[in-house]
């Protein structure tokens, strides 16, 4: 049995701590060495230890894999130089001809990969409302071979039931991936639902200190596992050593990072619901939230991003990004900091014109771990200035 399987019946927080970070039999060293050697010896053509070149294996990345899959469930774990080389490498799954569905609310970045990247050169695409699943099954186009879902999504954080969409995927011959990014797998664990593929932007929560980009994919399927292991080397979008070691690092303390990130998100919630200058809350706890039921039924708790839209619309919306002072204005997510931004503008500017278009009128919050009462308060002032 390997050290992953004997690990597997610790709990979330020991085995993101533990699990894949054994100390390392050479020296002791209690941390995982950062290994920068791009080759590894070999006794004999072919007999070494596991390692041959960095671009196909690299025991910190090694460690990070294995940690990763752990955390969510999987027994397959690949890292990547980008959320969206990971996305890249679930394209590569299809063949021409087959076609996305891609949720109707979803990141801008993987939208444009899908609708300028793929779609050329020969994957159709269509844009689905997958909280509406009478219409999914009845609209359903015969060539669909993947489904590709955000829960809680980018950046309106609708949740989609991931057990019944699995369901009625599989079906009908399609594989799900979820994109994790937003739940992180403390909060959620998508492969336990039926999905066949989990994606992340590793750069958001489990790196979790805006200091290193970087992705992940985690599944079961051991022949789907094969081929993305297959081009993982040989399309080469592989992250450094060093990254690896940050994204592991980050998260060692993702549990309870997670578990500040929401009940900051509430505090901010709680006074943005009652504020006269804001239009419509976007936050999967609240009971009139699309996709709450879908939420309470597969979330642990309801994680640390929050939308709002203001009544004074656009320039509403630019004037509070502008005023806050311990949000900082700024692309990206799921760090210790908090961060506000304009979907519309800035991460979501890609999606202009088509079904993904998001509101004017609407803001992002990456809630950080920081003081609830300040947060709050730097939110009030900057409402203050509309
Ligand atoms: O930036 P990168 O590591 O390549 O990950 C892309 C990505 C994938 N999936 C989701 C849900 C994401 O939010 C992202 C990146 N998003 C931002 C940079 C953002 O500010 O929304």
Excluded at 3 to 20: I, K, L, N, P, S
Excluded at 220 to 243: E, K, S, Y
Excluded at 350 to 369: C, E, F, H, K, M
Aim: glycine share 10%.
């Amino acid at each position: 049995m390997g050290e992953a399987e004997q690990q597997a019946g610790w709990g979330f927080e020991t085995r993101a701590v533990h699990t894949g970070q054994a100390p390392d039999p050479a020296s002791g060293a209690v941390v995982t060495p950062i290994t920068l050697s791009t080759t590894f010896a070999q006794d004999g053509v072919g007999n070494h230890q596991g390692y041959e070149y960095s671009r196909s294996g690299n025991p910190t990345r090694s460690a990070l894999e294995t940690c990763v899959a752990s955390l969510e469930l999987a027994r397959h774990g690949f890292a990547f130089a980008s959320g969206l080389a990971a996305e890249d490498n679930v394209l590569r799954l299809l063949s021409q001809g087959d076609r996305i569905l891609l949720g109707n609310d979803a990141y801008g970045g993987t939208f444009r990969l899908i609708s300028k990247v793929w779609a050329p050169l020969g994957f159709p695409w269509s844009a689905v409302d997958l909280t509406d699943l009478d219409a999914l099954v009845a609209s359903w186009p015969d060539d669909t071979r993947l489904v590709w879902l955000e829960t809680p999504t980018n950046p309106l954080l609708t949740c989609i039931d991931i057990e019944t969409v699995a369901a009625i995927a599989h079906e009908r011959g399609a594989l799900v991936v979820v994109d994790n990014t937003f739940a992180t797998p403390f909060l959620q664990q998508p492969l336990a639902l039926g999905a066949d593929i989990v994606v992340h932007s590793a750069t958001k929560y489990l790196g979790g200190h805006s200091d290193v980009v970087g992705g992940f994919l985690a599944l079961n399927d051991d022949d789907l596992a094969d081929r993305i292991r297959f081009t993982q080397n040989a399309a080469g979008a592989v992250p450094a050593p060093f990254d690896c070691y940050l994204v592991l690092r980050g998260v060692k303390t993702l549990g309870v990072r997670m578990e500040r990130h929401c009940s900051n998100a509430r505090a901010v919630v709680d006074m943005l619901v009652g504020h006269p200058a804001v239009d419509r809350v976007f936050y999967p706890q609240l009971p009139d939230h699309p996709g709450h039921r879908a939420a309470a039924k597969q979330m642990r708790d309801f994680g640390g991003m929050v939308s709002f839209t203001l009544r004074g619309g656009l320039d509403a919306a630019l004037t509070v990004v502008r005023h806050t002072q311990i949000f900082t204005l700024a692309e990206s997510l799921g760090a210790v900091e908090s961060l506000i931004e304009h979907p519309g503008q800035m991460t979501h500017a890609s999606a202009a014109g088509s079904p993904l278009q998001v509101p004017d009128a609407l803001v992002r919050l990456s809630v950080g771990i920081e003081s609830a009462t300040d947060l709050v308060a730097d939110l009030q002032q900057a409402l203050d200035h509309i």
